[in-house]
């Protein structure tokens, strides 16, 4: 992509008198070589594919490790018996964003958005609105658009895997796309869906990649949740009418410093913080010695 | 980066690097050998080895040599379905010098007795680089139609190569040279973009001087 930054995507969205989705699915149909039907059609089936992970999610299924599964089923149970006072929207988000987590590391098919380990964050605050709200599919397809320009502007600046700029970038680079995805859900301006993004990735900023045997399940599937949640609560913010102090390509650059001094052990190693745990260096030994066997 | 490299790819999980590239690393090394796989020897490297397990690497590659891709949904049962097609495979600790963390030699035999040797690494995001084949450097991306020439090393075999290619109205996007020693072994990694013809190939394999032709095809088939 051309769009080096976002305010860049927001100009162009000025001068072309466009919306957010349709700037940057024109500058991709461009770079790839395929018509705006196509480009559309190509996001369409993404969308439909998440919509097929999220409702193939099987609530007996468990992780190689053991380590996790069968907890996107407790949060279905408790939301329905009513004992969550997160409210019917949050609780349908956190129940979808550890389904999909968990299915991830059940080995099931998912859409890697951006990444494999932050597969959950889009699609559960995307579903639930969906159910929630009505919308037509088409919107939402555009809402994957917003996502998809704004992670590439994350790409290009900073980085968006956790061994490259630890979890700030995978699920703090989730949570910014899929805060500027609702706010276009709901109708707002590109100028808004900038700003709730910024506001979701300072939220996370500085969060470490730290999980436990290396693998992507402890903290990752139940970080989904934070992710999801608090783009919901950023995207309100700013519909709101909030805006971010820090212009959001300030922040983005600000994630890319704190990814840049990181230590090793802290991003994706499975060496520093959780990972680094006594419990989780004894789950490493435990895993070892099976693997051994 | 496209929209489709942020949103996307559909992947059987749980890591772009340790399943979907394991997968498609697995997948390109049975294009390159051109046959159904009879056995494997799967030596795995570093972060392969130490978290490979739990991140269902083993069966990620097994389904590529299969020539599952890396949404197949069968990819969690390869291990099964490669004992029931008569694939034998073994897998191995090893240190591997100067590669990524996640990387992995495959030792190769196909059912009509092709041998091949590669090593290939994982670069994340799925995507993937074959580092070297049957012992020589290499560096092949994999998104192109590419020939890997071992030939002597003497003069005149990548101006007969070149001008062929020429000829058929191949274009070169990329080409390469490694030699391990002066007059010794060498090889030219030729990325195209065109499909290169058999006759090409077959031309190339009667060539004096040519050691071993090999053909990576865009073109996927299911069988061989």
């Known amino acids: 992509m051309s769009f080096k930054s976002l305010k860049a995507i927001e100009q162009a969205c000025g001068n072309q008198q466009k919306a957010f989705w349709e700037v940057v699915l024109e500058e991709d149909c461009m770079e790839r070589m395929v018509t705006k039907q196509e480009g559309f059609e190509q996001m369409r089936s993404m969308f439909q594919s998440m919509k097929k992970a999220d409702a193939g999610y099987d609530k007996n299924l468990c992780s190689a490790s053991g380590l996790v599964g069968k907890d996107g089923e407790k949060i279905s149970q408790a939301r329905i018996e009513d004992k969550l006072i997160s409210g019917n929207f949050i609780s349908m988000v956190m129940e979808k964003a550890v389904k999909m987590g968990e299915s991830n590391a059940c080995m099931k098919r998912i859409v890697a958005a951006p990444t494999a380990g932050a597969c959950g964050v889009i699609p559960s605050v995307l579903l639930t609105y969906e159910e929630q709200y009505g919308c037509t599919e088409e919107l939402l397809v555009e809402a994957l658009f917003v996502a998809a320009g704004i992670g590439e502007v994350l790409a290009s600046r900073a980085y968006i895997s956790g061994a490259a700029g630890g979890c700030q970038a995978e699920i703090g680079s989730a949570s910014a796309m899929a805060a500027g995805a609702i706010v276009h859900l709901r109708g707002g301006s590109a100028s808004l869906i900038t700003h709730a993004a910024a506001m979701a990735l300072k939220n996370l900023l500085g969060l470490v990649c730290d999980p436990v045997a290396g693998l992507v399940e402890v903290p990752c599937v139940k970080r989904n949740v934070v992710g999801a949640v608090n783009a919901v609560t950023c995207a309100d913010m700013a519909i709101a009418g909030i805006t971010s102090q820090i212009p959001p390509d300030e922040v983005i650059d600000a994630m890319r410093e704190v990814g840049d001094v990181m230590v090793s052990k802290l991003r994706e190693t499975g060496e520093g913080g959780l990972g680094g745990t006594p419990t989780g260096q004894g789950i490493l030994k435990k895993l070892r010695a099976t693997i051994e066997e | ?224």
């Open chain 2, 1 to 224: 980066m496209n929209a489709f490299e942020i949103i996307g790819p559909v992947m059987i999980g749980p890591s772009s690097s340790h399943t979907a590239g394991a997968v498609k690393i697995g997948f390109i090394a049975r294009q390159l050998i051109r046959d159904e796989i009879r056995s494997a020897d799967i030596y795995l490297h570093g972060s392969f080895l130490a978290t490979g397990k739990g991140h269902g690497t083993d069966r990620a590659l097994i389904a590529g040599l299969l020539g599952m891709k890396a949404d197949d949904e069968r990819i969690p049962d390869s291990l099964k379905l490669a004992k029931d097609a008569g694939m034998e495979y073994h897998f191995h600790g090893i240190e591997l010098r100067d590669v990524h963390p996640n990387s992995v030699m495959l030792r190769l035999v196909g059912v009509h007795g092709m041998e091949l040797e590669v090593v290939a690494s994982s670069l994340g995001g799925g995507a993937i680089k074959i580092c070297s084949i049957d012992g020589l450097e290499a560096n092949i991306c994999a998104m192109y139609p590419t020939i890997i020439v071992h030939n002597v090393d003497q003069p005149g075999h990548v101006s007969k190569v070149t001008s062929m290619l020429g000829q058929k109205s191949v274009n070169i996007a990329e080409m390469q040279l490694f030699r391990d020693r002066r007059g010794g072994n060498a090889v030219m990694v030729i990325e195209c973009d065109q499909e290169v013809p058999m006759e090409i190939l077959d031309w190339l394999k009667e060539m004096k001087g040519i050691v071993k032709v090999t053909y990576l095809s865009m073109e996927e088939k299911n069988e061989f």
